[in-house]
């Protein structure tokens, strides 16, 4: 009798277990069309949802969404303010005091209205109180007080004038006052460790936060009552999918709609190649490079710095060492992100020339004399020294090897040594005992950083000027740039900074990384590129992930969708020039733009991106791509045409450049439309258009009158020699063996 | 003895294992040297903040005194502060610790239930073509990397069947369980690949050794007089062989969890699980002193608790160990 109870017992549990574990299963992607939400991976887990501890970009994102701040980033020039919560600001003569009159129809995600006293009660709080992340840090050193002058005017008094103060003061996020005060007053309120709860984070943005965990990620509704134009989306969720491949997987599947992080560098062409998907570029605002210790002879000797300079060939780091996913270092220093504060003859001043460094070594008398190949000083001492960098990077332990190759074309020895990062520190900051060193320089929107690169003031071991380089002429123009509030003023100045730096280099910018974003162009349109958050400039991000693209991304059903009606190119040398002919709603498009970016097929990398605007009144974008890094060889071009409103379509290109470097005109005969992608149809669907075979065909007429041909028929969207395929050949290997196991015959 | 006594006795040995454990943890981490070596270095950071730092964290004092503070903290379920999250880490680890936790014992528990099964089957089947095919597919699934195994089902079932979601992040936040039920199943849904690649790894071991148990005991004599009594196959395999061979496989298991916790680490990683895994990676990386010391502590109590439950399941299926 027991024994049956048991047994019933038994099936009913192990029916229950195995019904649970079918519905679990068999509970379909039923991905449903779910058009108004948009999902942004992140790379690594947000921290905390604490303003006052933001310390990496995740966290940024997450608790950036909610807050806005007096200022935010110009979208299409980030080193430039717009007014946001502030309807303007005026600055008195010397700079020193700021007047911010708000808008007066913004209220908090509460319902209570936003006036002047959260700005004073927010930049009391973190002026007074220590706080851990980087968005409140600069507050306690410049700001002298912060008063109410009305219910909607805020007097900033500063202790110096300080032209970074709109991007690095101004553009902090606004916290409530009727939320904080009382979590202030509390006894033991430690900002630097208070974690607050969701129904205490009520900020002002377009988006409420509705959960978080920080293992999961954060989700968050539109606010009904913003302020300004509402979100054109329901629903936005920041899942975090810790695996670059991950990520770069669920963007293919399109269970997310862009990347944060660089696409694997080997996928590049598929995710080109993927009609769904646009591919771009994005130098990042950090730079590599390589220092000198100025203060210890030759270096102390410009001359001398710029022979190291000429021997680098950037070029072929880029090509070599980043897998063509760079470009060569401004010498100014600023990366090309910069816009407008950039300095474009910068560039002029370094570049590769082992004759010119023989040369200049001559001059100075750096002879070899005794015939061993390495040259002398004139007062007898060996050129013989030592670069140190971190011994975790295998791009600048193999820098060190190269720049040790190159030297010793020119007769100088140099010894790579990679260290420990900690010891590598201890050296190159503490202790000053180095010749010459490879760092990575992360920085911030505003070009003040320079200042704590190069200014004497700043010399390590009390700053990061770790070439402890002292030129009074640099030193004026960094103070000088400090003060100036004027923004084409200031300009000018940071400009002619640039200059200085790329004849004197104290550093050797060596290259800027581009990193590769993808976004989906199929369920989601209106992206904006940016760097800099947008509404809150402190929530540091870059690429499509920012303030201006939440508000603006809304379903692709509901934009007009361009369609790219011919492409015509013609290449000469190492310049390609597109006409891209686009039509809108079947009328030419008169506005928006298109961007051609290329990527090369043998010989991979980026190999450039320009992005066309003012099209002809038939709607014909022109523009000519400079190939960096030119060889003959085949290429892939992506043409995304975008409208106004955000709409997006695109298009590849195989393009083949001969060997022969003269003029060379080409014709595309055909090209493959897009398909364009109705929004009746469901994810699944979208997933098999995906893999649909791709035919480009392309028609080469050079002008010599002799035609060749090139065909590329693309079967299918191939993951190049990939784990997948590996493991099919292994899985069949397997099972084959298997098999032949389970044939043998039986032994006895 | 009395089952009580049993109970006692190895609930005290546990304990002990424990406190050794603690020792040991306490003094590796100390031995990577100074936990501020890396903030000391950043020339920005004032002495004094340096100095508050130490003080507030204690890291001053004496290491028998430290050792003794971290004793009384641990009574008092605290396992310091997050260098790194500036969080109490006992909440960090309270955040991760379910996730991992739900993989672990559902691939551990899928793995011995189906191993059970059917290696106690192919025991009774020695020498036939499946039995000679199973064991190579076992021996084979057993040799590889745990995270190759993890990237192919993930690429298979959820990129290109579809089946799965790739990221069980996404999936969750798109699509918010509303009620207990969908929790459930959505829970089973996102976890499913993730503990299907752990079990299947697991899978191929615990299924030779099943079989080998099953086999020895399958020439045993009794086994020989149940038959010549005229039981059922079946009932002499459901009631003599398997009772009677679980036993290794239960101490194969127990030994077995620190393996599974590594590899459970890896799989996280490939499928972006919100697991233990990734915090304890991130604590190392980032010098993060409490909570690696916390991380650690958590994880061999855990292993700890699995071994007690062993040792009682141990109890229960063989009276005999109850006697010694």
Redo the contacts between chains.
């Keep these: 009798m027991s024994e049956k109870i048991s047994l019933t017992k038994k099936i009913i549990v192990s029916a229950t277990l195995i019904s ?2 079918l ?3 068999f ?3 039923v991905v449903e069309a ?1 058009a108004d ?1 948009a ?1 942004i ?1 992140l790379l690594s ?1 947000p ?2 949802l604490s303003p006052f ?1 933001v310390d990496t970009v995740w966290t940024a994102i997450v608790v950036g969404t909610v807050f806005e701040s007096l200022v935010a980033t110009d979208p299409n020039n980030p080193s430039r303010v717009i007014p946001w919560l502030a309807e303007s600001y005026e600055v008195n003569e010397d700079g020193t005091e700021w007047v911010f009159r708000l808008r007066k129809d913004v209220v908090w995600h509460d319902g209570k209205p936003f006036t002047a006293d959260d700005v004073v009660f927010t930049f009391n709080l973190v002026k007074e109180r220590k706080t ?1 992340g980087f968005w409140y840090t600069n507050v306690p050193i410049i700001v002298e007080s912060v008063e109410k002058i009305d219910d909607y005017t805020v007097r900033f008094k500063l202790k110096q004038p300080y032209a970074p103060f709109l991007l690095k003061i101004a553009a902090a996020p606004i916290l409530p006052k009727h939320i904080w005060e009382p979590i202030a007053m509390q006894e033991d309120f430690d900002p ?2 208070y ?1 607050p709860t969701i129904d205490q984070l009520v900020g002002t943005g377009p988006f409420k936060i509705v ?1 978080f ?7 968050y509704v539109a606010n009904e009552n913003y302020w300004g134009p509402k979100p054109k989306i329901s629903r936005l ?7 670059q ?3 770069y ?2 963007l ?2 399109g ?2 709609d862009t990347v944060t992080w660089s696409i694997p560098p080997n996928a590049v062409e598929e995710a080109m190649r993927d009609p769904n998907i646009a591919v771009m570029f994005v130098v990042e605002p950090s730079f590599f490079f390589l220092g000198y210790n100025t203060q210890r002879y030759p270096f102390t000797l410009k001359e001398f710095r710029k022979v190291i300079a000429y021997i680098i060939d950037r070029q072929y780091i880029v090509d070599n060492l980043l897998g063509g996913f760079g470009i060569p270092g401004n010498p100014g220093l600023l990366s090309p992100v910069f816009g407008e504060m950039v300095n474009p003859r910068s560039f002029e001043y370094v570049r590769f020339d082992l004759e010119e460094a023989r040369r200049i070594l001559d001059s100075l008398g750096f002879i070899d004399r005794d015939g061993d190949g390495i040259r002398e000083t004139p007062n007898g001492t060996k050129l013989e020294f030592e670069v140190i960098g971190p011994a975790y990077d295998p791009v600048r332990v193999q820098i060190g090897n190269l720049l040790a190759q190159w030297a010793a074309e020119v007769g100088i020895k140099i010894n790579n040594n990679p260290v420990d990062l ?1 010891e590598m ?2 050296r190159i ?2 202790t000053g005992n180095f010749d010459m060193f490879l760092e990575g320089w992360i920085n911030e929107l505003d070009p003040d950083w320079i200042y704590d690169l190069l200014h004497s003031s700043q010399a ?5 000027n770790i070439a402890r380089f002292n030129n009074p002429e640099l030193d004026r123009l960094l103070e000088m740039q400090r003060v100036i509030t004027d923004f084409e003023e200031r300009k000018d100045i940071v400009w002619r900074i640039q200059e200085l730096i790329a004849d004197e280099l104290p550093y050797v910018s060596l290259y800027h990384r581009v990193s590769i974003y993808g976004i989906r162009i199929d369920k989601l349109g209106g992206w904006v590129q940016s760097i800099g958050f947008g509404y809150n400039p402190m929530a540091i991000a870059f690429g499509f992930v920012n303030g201006w693209s939440l508000l603006n991304i809304q379903p692709a059903m509901n934009l007009p969708k361009p369609v790219i009606q011919n492409v015509r190119f013609e290449t000469t040398g190492n310049k390609v020039m597109f006409e891209v002919a686009v039509e809108v709603n079947g009328q030419p498009m008169s506005s928006g733009e298109v961007i051609i970016n290329m990527i090369g097929l043998t010989k991979p990398g980026f190999k450039g991106q320009i992005m066309l605007t003012d099209p002809s009144p038939n709607g014909v974008f022109k523009g000519t791509l400079t190939i960096q890094g030119f060889e003959p060889g085949r290429y892939l071009a992506q043409i995304i045409a975008r409208d106004p409103n955000g709409g997006m379509s695109k298009q590849v290109l195989e393009i083949e450049i001969a060997e022969a470097m003269e003029p060379v005109e080409t014709e595309t005969v055909t090209v493959t439309e897009t398909e364009t992608v109705t929004p009746e149809k469901m994810e ?1 669907e979208m ?1 098999e258009e995906a893999r649909t075979v791709i035919r480009e065909v392309t028609v080469v007429k050079t002008v010599t009158g002799v035609e060749t041909k090139t065909v590329t028929v693309t079967e299918t969207v191939a993951m190049g020699p990939s ?2 395929q590996i ?1 099919a050949i292994a ?1 069949i290997v ?1 099972v084959v ?3 032949i ?4 015959r ?2 006895s | 003895m009395s089952l009580t006594r049993y109970i006692v006795r190895r609930g005290i040995q546990s304990i002990i294992t424990f406190f050794i454990i603690l020792a040991v943890t306490f003094v590796i981490i100390r031995i990577r040297g100074n936990p501020l070596a890396f903030y000391i270095q950043n020339p920005r950071i004032p002495a004094e903040v340096v100095r508050d730092l130490i003080e507030e964290w204690g890291i001053n004092e004496p290491l028998h005194i430290q050792f003794i503070n971290y004793l009384l903290k641990i009574f008092q379920l605290d396992l310091g502060y997050s260098i790194h999250y500036r969080k109490p880490v006992i909440e960090l680890i309270a955040t991760y610790l379910p996730w991992s936790i739900w993989l672990l014992g559902m691939s551990v528990t899928i793995s011995l239930v189906l191993s059970m099964i059917i290696g106690s089957y192919l025991a009774t089947r020695y020498g036939s073509r499946l039995d000679r095919f199973m064991v190579f597919m076992g021996l084979t699934i057993r040799s590889f990397p745990v995270f190759w195994i993890g990237m192919i089902i993930l690429y298979y079932f959820a990129y290109t069947l579809n089946l799965f979601p790739i990221s069980p992040t996404t999936y969750l936040l798109t699509f918010p369980p509303q009620n207990i039920l969908e929790w459930i199943t959505t829970l089973f849904y996102i976890s499913a690949l993730p503990i299907i690649s752990l079990a299947m790894v697991h899978f191929g071991g615990d299924l030779i050794i099943m079989r080998g148990a099953a086999l020895s005991v399958s020439t045993d004599d009794y086994v020989v007089v149940a038959k010549a009594v005229g039981f059922s196959n079946s009932y002499i395999l459901r009631k003599i062989i398997i009772r009677n061979s679980v036993l290794p496989m239960v101490t194969y298991a127990s030994l077995n969890y620190a393996l599974i916790m590594s590899g459970s680490v890896i799989i996280e990683a490939v499928f972006s699980y919100p697991g233990v895994g990734w915090l304890i990676y991130q604590a190392v990386l980032l010098s993060d002193y409490f909570l690696i010391q916390g991380a650690f502590l958590i994880l061999s109590l855990v292993v700890i608790v699995f071994n007690f439950i062993t040792d009682l399941i141990y109890m229960l299926l063989d009276p005999r160990v109850r006697l010694r």
């Design positions: 649970m574990m519905i679990g299963i509970q379909f992607a779910q939400i999902r991976p887990k921290k905390s501890k851990s630097s460790k974690e959960s965990d920080p293992a999961v990620g954060a989700s969720i920041y899942p975090v999918i810790d695996n491949d991950a990520m997987l669920s293919k599947k269970e997310v900690n520190i201890d900051v503490n390590s071991p009390n700053g990061f699944r997933m784990t997948a493991a899985i397997i063996a298997g098999l196991a389970f044939l043998s039986r032994r």
